[in-house]
Structures are given as C-alpha cells and as structure tokens.
C-alpha cells in the first residue's frame, strides 16, 4: 500500500533532474567564496526579487535567526503574530539569540494590522524596552497557510517609517503567495527590510533557505551565518538543487493549490472533519475535529491506512499539499479515510 504523505511540503524528495543537476555541479568553498554554484544561486534570487543581494544557509530557522540578530540590539521589543513561525517552532531563538523582547499579538488570520502595531509600540524610557521590530509571514502557515493582504502590509510599512521600525518577513512560503495572487515576488517583498525565503518546502529541494536585502545588510549576515555555524565548504552540490527548485518549480505550485481545494473539499463530506473552506488560499489544510477523538487518536487510524497528517492541537490536524502528491493521490487519500471512518457516514 503506497504511502500518502501529506503531514507538510518539506517531505519531498529530489527528482532525477534535481539529483542530477546536483551532482554535476561546479564546486568551490563557499566560506571562501569561491563556490560558483553558490554564486549563481544567490545572484539569481537576488535578481528575482529585484534585490541587492543574497545569502545561502543551511534552513528557515536559520536564515530567520540569522535577519533578526543582525536587525537589533539587546534589549529591543518585537512584534510579532502569536503563532508565527519565529515564535511557534525555533525554540524561543528571539530571545537566546538576539536577546529580544517579544510580544505576541493575536490576530485572526495571520495579519498583524498596522493600527495593532500603532497600537503596541513602546517608545523606550527610564523604565521600558524600546519597540524596534516587526515580523510578519506569509503565507501564515499555523493559520492555514493564508495569504496576508499586501494593502495592510502596506500600511504597516508606512507606521515603520514614521516610528523607525525594522521589518521582516518570514517568506518561507512567498512563492505560494507570488503564484496564488500574480503578484511579482519584488513587489510581494519590496516593504521589507529583510526577507527569508525556504527553497526546501513548496519548491522541492532536499535542504536551505535564502536570506535578502540590501547588500551592506547581507554582508553583516554572512558574518552571523559563520557565528551560528552555517558557513560550509563545497557547497554548491546542495545549492544546484535550490537553483534547479527556482528555476523549475514555481510556476508548478498552482497545482499543488488546485489539490488542497480538492482535498479540503472532499474532507468536509466527511464527518469527522470540518475546514473552513475561505481558509484554503494554498496548500496547507487545517481541519478541525468533529467527533470526540482527539487529533492524535485519528492520526494513528489515518498512518494505519497509509494517510499520514500531523497534529495541529488537540483537535486540528494539518494537510499539506506538494509536488509528490498528485491529484490522483488526494482522492485515494480521501478514499481510505471515507472507509476508515465509514461508521461515521
């Protein structure tokens, strides 16, 4: 029985093509710049988002940790979305690192709005911390992967100016973004002040994130990348997977947001389930529970059938689309779970 993996989008695994441009790829040492691959990664990314330049690191959590220590001092507040990535899954890197003071602003779908942030900045004192950091993610992924509107990020760059905050943004997922909405990757990111962004999710390569922003800015990152020991050598075999990710694989996630409709559509006519249909803008799927099961107790009888998901709380389960699951693989999916839980038809 074939496994359908659809617990999230980093699970996927090198095509042939990938695997070859990965080992035939010209190599040098990278911590002496002298990996070719490397280069040709960073200047493509760069140009694509119409930014001075980029960095190669090893994950997400790095390349996040890595922008936020060097926008900010010891002691500064960010303001980042309660679930957020930042906070949510990179073991309170914020404070360990960076030393940051964090605050954590509730928000319905992912978008922290600028009259929040207006709202929750602290002018530093005598007695408080200073705000100077913002944060945001798109697409948000513990909200279902949904899309932040660009007219309110918008908005919020203009309250960074007027009160000289440092805006980032967690784009690990942006691609999802750029192919849902039309919006060129450069304008999806042109209000930030830095921006990562994750070849190994939605694109397909096996490892690394990018980091982006204006060159003086990358260059202090190279320096922290050496810090939290993400400096490599020969490099370039994994880069040639992220040059072959972006220059192939983009265009090709509209798919995987066709099947995560299909998906969703088809677990609401299950009873065990219920997803919010206005909130399926990509490829992320979060049900919610309906029988007195928890999330794990369902887990467990899904892997037995071969449907493997994973655990959002105790009553939310996580479904994520990518480029080995075909269409034809969410309706066998849909299938065994309808004879799973046909005693609840």
């Known amino acids: 029985m074939k496994t359908i993996d659809l617990r999230s989008d980093t699970v996927t695994r090198p095509s042939e093509a990938m ?23 960073e200047n493509y990314v760069a ?3 119409e930014k001075e330049a980029s960095l190669f690191v090893p994950s997400g959590t790095m390349a996040n940790q890595i922008c936020l220590k060097a926008n900010s001092e010891r002691g500064w507040e960010l303001l ?40 929750n900045i602290r002018i530093k004192t005598l007695h408080s911390p200073e705000t100077r950091l913002v944060a ?20 919020v760059r203009k309250v960074c100016d007027e009160f000289g905050l440092i805006l ?11 192919v849902a909405t039309g919006l060129s990757l450069a304008e999806l990111t042109r209000p930030f002040d830095s921006v990562s962004v994750c070849l190994s ?63 969703a559509e088809g677990l609401n006519t299950i009873p065990v389930f219920k997803v919010a249909m206005d909130r399926v803008e990509t490829n992320i799927i979060i049900a919610h529970i309906t029988v007195e099961d928890d999330s794990e ?8 059938s071969g449907v493997w998901a994973v655990s959002f709380g105790p009553k939310k389960i996580r479904f994520v689309t990518h480029l080995d699951v075909t269409g034809e693989d969410c309706l066998e999916a849909l299938e065994r779970m309808k004879r799973l839980f046909s005693d609840r038809l």
């Open 168 to 178: 980032h943004l967690d784009g690990a997922r942006i691609w999802n973004v750029h």
């Open 19 to 41: 695997r070859r441009a990965m080992m035939t790829a010209e190599v040098g040492d990278d911590v002496f710049g002298d990996d070719p691959t490397v280069k040709q990664l």
């Open 297 to 304: 107790k369902i887990l467990a009888k899904m892997k037995e």
């Open 201 to 263: 999710k939605g694109l397909g390569a096996p490892v690394g994130s990018m980091i982006l922003g204006s060159a003086a800015f990358i260059e202090k990152c190279r320096r922290e990348r050496k810090l939290f020991g993400g400096a490599m050598r020969q490099v370039g075999i994994i880069a040639a997977a992220g040059l072959y990710a972006v220059q192939n694989n983009i265009d090709r996630l509209a798919e995987d947001h066709r099947n995560a409709r299909l998906l």
């Open 80 to 119: 980042c979305e309660r679930e957020c990535h930042v906070v949510n899954y990179e073991v309170a890197g914020p404070v360990i690192h960076s030393g940051l003071l964090v605050n954590l602003l509730t928000t319905e779908r992912g978008m922290i709005s600028a009259v929040t942030i207006r709202n």
């Open 136 to 155: 945001l993610e798109n697409t948000h992924n513990r909200h279902g992967g949904t899309i932040l509107p660009q007219a309110e990020i918008l908005e």
């Open 47 to 49: 140009e694509l988002f």
